[in-house]
């Protein structure tokens, strides 16, 4: 009876394993096969999504949105901003921000997509009606007053893999709005450098590259325990090769002679490269630094009073947690932004993130409504400046003049995410985010970061042209990516100038492999065309 | 007739043991045989916006993306890495836990053994993200080992432990062996306990010091587990041997400074295959690898059965 009972156990225990892998493992994902059709009797009363109800009474839809951005400051969906989002829309975000660059890859490849998906990335393979709903598709029936700029609307069909749109990308603005814009400059990497240390070694001169090391060479003397120059993860050392007349983090590079080039390809890239080799040989950046990718790991040498110059991104918004995080392990440490010290910097950008609505989206039709909120002059304006009338007024010329209030948070950005938190910008222009991050802005500190905007210029006809990435040369621009992690770490760091040739000859060597060649070819075509379509 | 009816009896005596052999056979066919149809795309111009159906529908390229491999810029240094760094760790990850194994066995005081054991194979149950953080703390410029190194006057700069590429390979396999020597003792242990005392007592009478008795009855008598360990060791070569850590390593502790060292054919398959979306491409390199392995398996039992007498099938 004992042998008995035991055997049945055993069989029992058996069978609820067998069975648990199995079902886990043969898990399918029947919301990714819909399609646009099988929606249409899907509603917000009918959808799946989970329902609650929220302040006002109406039904909220939770949707799930994963950021493709590691560096996200927030992951809750709370705030002044989000709360009042979510009483105009009746839509609550939950957020998973990505671990690393890959991990949107990885869903993409096991087509477990959340209801929204927030990139910069992928763009391509995420326009599909593999994946994603077209918003076209979803415009037509569930929100047909929803009118997308003209721009915008190209912009995605240009990398879409049929005739439809899926997705609208943020922040984008064309150079005349720029040059309008009354202060800050547009997105892009600077440095930032200890104020109060500078004016302790006396203020030296510090307006060229030329400058830049030498006055690395002071620090490293004085203050010999600090890294001259710290490297914010992704940034590395985008801002001096933008000064050196380099590609400053672009991919492409637009030459005289109107060709288009990969940035390996330009003149000055060596230039930049033997720049960063003295930089790197005379011990005024390091190798740690520059191989952490993690942008928020990097920050902590900033923070810790590691290093005397910090490359990141220029931002007020940067600027303050600079300070603010610093002053708290030593309250005299000041940051300021560094003036741009030789060329200015360019952008090849056709906008910046793309909101994708997938396949397993819970329920679409709440989801375009979103989105459309989202782009809409109200939605953009609230999810970077907040309530109107409450956190801002606009003046007489249409600019967002901000309260007290919201003034006195922004000098503790911790405090400015928690209580109104300004990161759900999925539908606004370059500009609308420019206003909101500037406006409220010290002189002192505004003028040094508008200097970054003479002579910046945007050129979005090549990211419009930019390959699709199951293209040859789109292959041959991810695989050129790949390799340069490695081969432009190694030059850099190059221990004399025999081994900095040949490695640089090497890397050459290794991109006419992967053929280069033949991708310069074909940017320098498809811009003229891009050029000629689109009337830019 | 009568034979079908003996069969069926003896199942039905077997069942409870029978339901477990037949639970793996059917974990292997859901997640190991059934998945194989997925290697047709290696030898196809299939794109992942084309569905499951598009692995059969889209266009036959034959040898493509093997020869896409294979005059790849950095196949050669691929190779080299992946085979070095499993090479590296099967000399020196296989025989540490069997000479552990004897050492501890051979130890009087069994607390200090089992004190010793239990904290030899804890690490095996870190894991590499662990690790690799812990890495970090302690290997970094500002890391304790490089601040005790620099403090004692012993080096003048910090050594790069995560970032020279020529330290990579012997980070790797160090760390291997730390985090796996005590585990696989456990193993070998298991197969010293099996050894009969009367051969010890015998050869004690015979005059044999505790070096003989271990090179002529300890060995011997656990030289199946070593075999068997061993082969099971080589087919898994390229994934890391007995650890199988080569992928967790390279992709937690690589960087664009050691890249050049670190990196293997499993995360250029990650890399290439789910990063940049070129499933096909990925599917004939993750191919190359399977089939140098599959051989690798088959002329260790060969060569095992030569030697030995003994082999895995």
């Known amino acids: ?536 | 007739m009568k034979k079908r009816e003996t069969w069926g009896k003896e199942f039905r005596k077997q069942l409870p043991l029978q339901i477990f052999v037949l639970s793996g056979i059917v974990y292997l066919l859901i997640f190991n045989f059934i998945p194989m149809f997925g290697i047709i795309m290696g030898f196809k111009d299939y794109d992942i916006v084309m569905g499951v159906e598009g692995i059969f529908t889209s266009e036959w390229v034959g040898l493509k993306y093997f020869r896409e491999f294979v005059n790849d810029y950095n196949f050669a240094n691929l190779v080299k890495n992946t085979v070095g760094i499993s090479l590296l760790k099967l000399i020196f990850t296989f025989p540490i836990p069997i000479i552990f194994a004897v050492m501890l066995n051979e130890m009087k005081c069994l607390r200090f053994k089992k004190l010793v054991q239990t904290c030899s194979y804890l690490p095996h149950f870190i894991s590499w993200v662990i690790i690799s953080g812990i890495s970090f703390q302690f290997l970094s410029s500002g890391g304790i080992i490089n601040t005790l190194l620099m403090s004692l006057g012993l080096i003048g700069q910090p050594i790069g432990f995560l970032t020279d590429p020529d330290l990579y390979w012997g980070f790797a396999v160090l760390s291997d062996v730390w985090k796996e020597m005590g585990w696989w003792t456990i193993v070998f242990l298991a197969a010293i306990v099996g050894v009969s005392q009367d051969l010890y007592e015998a050869a004690q009478i015979d005059g044999a010091g505790r070096l003989q008795r271990i090179w002529h009855i300890t060995l011997p008598c656990i030289k199946p587990t070593i075999v068997v360990v061993l082969i099971l060791a080589l087919g898994n070569l390229f994934g890391g041997g007995l650890s199988g850590s080569n992928f967790e390593q390279s992709y937690l502790m690589g960087n664009s400074m050691n890249k050049e060292t670190s990196q293997i054919i499993q995360t250029y398959v990650f890399e290439v295959g789910l990063a940049q979306g070129r499933y096909a491409y990925a599917t004939a390199v993750g191919l190359i690898q399977s089939a140098i392995s599959l051989v690798l398996i088959f002329s260790s039992n060969f060569f095992s059965k030569k030697v030995s007498g003994m082999g895995l099938f």
């Open chain 1, 1 to 536: 009876m004992k042998a008995r009972t035991k055997k049945l156990t055993a069989l029992l225990l058996t069978g609820c394993i067998a069975s648990t892998g199995l079902l886990s493992g043969c898990q399918s994902n029947n919301e990714s096969q819909k399609t646009a059709s099988d929606v249409s009797g899907t509603s917000a009363a009918s959808g799946d999504g989970k329902k609650e109800s929220s302040d006002n009474g109406t039904e909220t839809t939770e949707l799930d949105i994963f950021i493709d951005m590691n560096w996200w400051p927030v992951d809750t969906f709370t705030g002044i901003i989000p709360e009042e989002i979510e009483k105009k829309t009746g839509v609550k975000l939950n957020l998973t921000i990505a671990a690393d660059d890959n991990q949107l890859g990885l869903m993409i490849a096991s087509k477990e997509l959340p209801d929204l998906v927030f990139t910069t990335k992928d763009l391509d393979r995420l326009s599909s009606s593999e994946f994603c709903y077209s918003y076209n598709e979803l415009i037509e029936q569930y929100a047909p007053d929803f009118e997308p700029e003209e721009l915008l609307v190209n912009i995605a069909k240009s990398f879409s893999t049929d005739d439809n749109y899926y997705t609208l990308l943020n922040c984008l603005s064309t150079n005349e709005e720029w040059e309008q814009a009354p202060a800050g400059a547009p997105g892009q990497a600077c440095i930032y450098y200890r104020k109060d240390i500078y004016e302790a070694m006396g203020s030296p001169k510090l307006e060229t590259t030329e400058d830049l090391m030498d006055v690395c060479a002071k620090v490293q003397e004085e203050y010999p325990d600090m890294v001259p120059l710290g490297l914010g993860g992704f940034w590395k050392l985008q801002p001096i090769s933008a000064w050196l007349g380099a590609s400053g983090g672009n991919t492409y590079q637009m030459q005289e002679d109107g060709s288009v080039v990969h940035y390996t390809s330009a003149p000055e890239y060596k230039e930049y490269l033997q720049y960063a080799n003295e930089m790197a040989q005379k011990g005024y950046i390091t190798a740690e630094a520059y191989a952490n990718e993690n942008e928020n790991d990097s920050h902590q040498q900033a923070y810790s009073g590691s290093c005397f110059l910090y490359t990141w991104y220029l931002s007020p918004s940067s600027l303050q947690t600079l300070n603010t995080e610093s002053q708290k392990i030593n309250p005299d440490a000041q940051w300021a932004v560094l003036q741009p010290l030789g060329q200015a910097n360019y952008n090849t950008t056709k906008g910046w993130a793309g909101t994708f609505i997938s396949k397993s989206c819970k329920n679409p039709e709440k989801a375009i409504q979103f989105v459309q909120y989202m782009f809409s002059e109200e939605g953009r304006h609230l999810s970077k400046w907040g309530r109107e009338g409450i956190e801002y007024t606009l003046d007489e010329q249409g600019l967002p003049v901000f309260s007290d209030e919201w003034k006195e948070t922004k000098k503790d950005p911790d405090a400015m995410n928690e209580k109104y938190n300004q990161y759900f910008y999925l539908g606004v222009t370059g500009v609308d985010e420019l206003l909101g991050d500037y406006m409220d802005m010290a002189e002192e500190d505004l003028a040094d970061c508008t200097a970054y905007k003479d002579g910046y210029v945007n050129y979005p006809e090549i990211a419009i042209a930019t390959p699709v990435s199951s293209s040859d040369e789109g292959v041959i621009e991810a695989k050129l990516k790949e390799m340069l992690k490695a081969e432009e770490a190694k030059v850099i760091f190059s221990s004399d100038e025999e081994e900095f040739e040949k490695n640089y000859a090497n890397l050459q060597e290794n991109a006419k492999k992967i053929g280069v060649d033949q991708l310069n070819e074909y940017m320098t075509e498809k811009v003229k065309e891009v050029k000629a379509e689109y009337g830019l």
